[in-house]
């Protein structure tokens, strides 16, 4: 069996998550674990509480009880930008592209770079050539450069494009995470290879990916490690090499217990 405590500290964790809905309990004392230049699949059945996990390290909700650290020192998002700014950029299942906006525009949204002046930043002009010239570099460094037109809409492009472009936003200005909820869910076949290549070559760049995937041939063509998440909370980590994909359903619907080893704490 592979050992699968990386020797490293965790750049991300989260410890004794909760998160409740009324009644609802999302998340149910959940620990999470990420380390440096991994990516970590986080798989589950519906419901199991993988999007609300992400949703907390990501800032997009608070948990009500629980500590996330990053880098080792606790961090509390009040919001995504804020978890932005410490360098955990997130690419959302419904992606968060402004469909009519240019690439180069999406890839700066919220974060516009201007000319230099004397007034207050939101009154300077956009500076839409270091716009344009730095979505280009940030989309070739990642083999994206088929997109031809950096002015070009976002509608005019693919699916797969899209994700690409998000991706590459992603890793252009994540500086410590990337966090992706189901990439490759909308896509076809080729374009999820293309998405698959880029998880790749983000990680080849040094940067630890998250990744939430129902897609079980894709979570163990790219995962390093793959945490079960079952009822809320973390049930096991494993190693896709020492497990088949039927195991792996098998733990996170509850059909068969993981053995002692893979078992969280
Ligand atoms: N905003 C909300 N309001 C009320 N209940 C919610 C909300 N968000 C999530 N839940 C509930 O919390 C639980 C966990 O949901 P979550 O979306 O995190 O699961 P998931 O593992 O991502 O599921 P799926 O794979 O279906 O996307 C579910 O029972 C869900 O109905």
């Known amino acids: 069996m592979t050992n699968l405590q ?22 149910d004392n959940a620990n999470f674990d990420l380390y440096p230049g991994e990516v970590l699949a986080v798989i589950g059945d519906n419901g199991a509480g993988k999007t609300t996990l992400i949703k907390a390290i990501s800032g997009a909700i608070r948990p009500d009880e ?9 961090v509390s998002f009040r919001s995504p930008l804020e978890a932005r700014e410490h360098g955990i950029e997130t690419v959302y299942q419904t992606l968060a592209l402004s469909p009519a906006l240019s690439i180069a525009d999406n890839m700066f949204l919220g974060r516009e770079l201007r000319k230099p002046g004397f007034m207050g930043r939101w009154f300077r002009a956009l500076d839409r050539e270091a716009m344009e010239r730095q979505a280009r570099e940030k989309l070739s460094d990642l083999g994206l450069m088929t ?17 690409g472009v998000a991706v590459a936003r992603a890793a252009a200005f994540g500086s410590k995470v990337i966090v ?3 990439p490759t869910a909308a896509l076809g076949v080729k374009e999820s290879r293309r998405v698959l290549e880029l998880i790749q070559d983000v990680k080849a760049r040094g940067m630890p990916i998250v990744l939430i995937s129902h897609n079980m041939p894709h979570v163990f063509e790219v ?7 079952r009822l809320g909370r973390r049930l096991c980590v494993i190693d896709p090499k020492d497990y088949t994909m039927s195991d792996a359903v098998a733990f996170m619907t509850g059909a068969k217990e993981p053995p002692a080893e893979a078992m969280a704490a």
């Open 6 to 27: 990386p020797v490293a500290q965790p750049v991300l964790t989260g410890r004794g998550l909760v998160k409740r809905y009324g009644r609802v309990v999302a998340l």
């Open 66 to 74: 629980g500590e996330i650290r990053l880098d080792g020192k606790p």
């Open 147 to 163: 997109i031809q037109n950096i002015g070009q809409a976002v509608e005019t492009l693919s699916g797969g494009q899209r994700q």
């Open 180 to 182: 992706m909820d189901e």
């Open 223 to 229: 995962a390093d490690r793959i945490h079960v998440h």
